[in-house]
């Protein structure tokens, strides 16, 4: 059984930073792959940032050189280092996970395992 539980959200003025934690319990080969999806009201959920478990990564371009994912294989953390925050940024942020990093990793629908998310707002 996966669980994944995120904390860190909050709210900031633009310019400045959060950062958000998940907890990964469960099965490790089935989570290999890990990251952030986001959800504005109105909009459909649209990816933020996957890391795979050798450390590769890949970023929306609408936060290349703000945000930075990493995480902690001992500890089975995953973080979102959020930088320069935008109103645009505003939205509930979920953990997701997935064997694998290749494929549609873009696409919600292949990620089986979902947070129950945290809501980060910025400010202007």
Known sequence: QVQLVESGGGSVQAG???RLSCAVFGYSYSTYCRGWF???PGKEREVVAIIG???STNYADSVKGRFTISQDNAKNTLTLQMNSLKPADTA???CVARSWCGGSWWLPAVYPYWGQGTQV????
């Open 16 to 18: 400045g930073s959060l």
């Open 38 to 40: 986001r959800q504005s």
């Open 53 to 55: 478990n050798d450390g």
């Open 92 to 94: 509930m942020y979920y």
């Open 121 to 124: 707002t910025v400010s202007s």
